[in-house]
């Protein structure tokens, strides 16, 4: 792998794990996400170990890639569904690959 340096493993302990969530939203569906939405959805993650650490959005904010930590594939799937929030894929990440 000449030319990527490995950063290790994307957790620091055993039982969080990244992925990332891929999201498919209406138009305009995105226009509403302050903060108390925000803490609304941080809130109901908690519940199930899950944390939300950041999200990126294409350019009309219809699809969004979201980057969580979590005990299970399941227990972002039960977070999502608690937050009523669609889940196109979720794909697990142990590896963070530093561009330096």
């Not at 904010?61 to 969580?68: A, E, N």
Request: with cysteine; hydrophobic share 40%; net charge positive.
């Amino acid at each position: 792998m000449s030319g990527l340096a490995l950063a290790g493993t994307a957790d620091a302990t055993a039982t969080n794990h990244r992925y990332v969530i891929q999201r498919t939203f209406p138009q305009g569906a995105l226009a509403g996400l302050d903060a108390a939405t925000k803490a609304k959805v941080n809130q109901n993650n908690a519940r199930y170990g899950v944390k939300w650490l950041m999200s990126f959005a294409n350019g009309d904010k219809t699809k969004t890639f979201c980057i969580y930590e979590g005990p299970t594939e399941n227990a972002i799937r039960e977070a999502a569904k608690a937050n009523h929030l669609p889940v196109d894929s979720i794909t697990e990440v142990p590896v963070t690959l530093e561009a330096k």
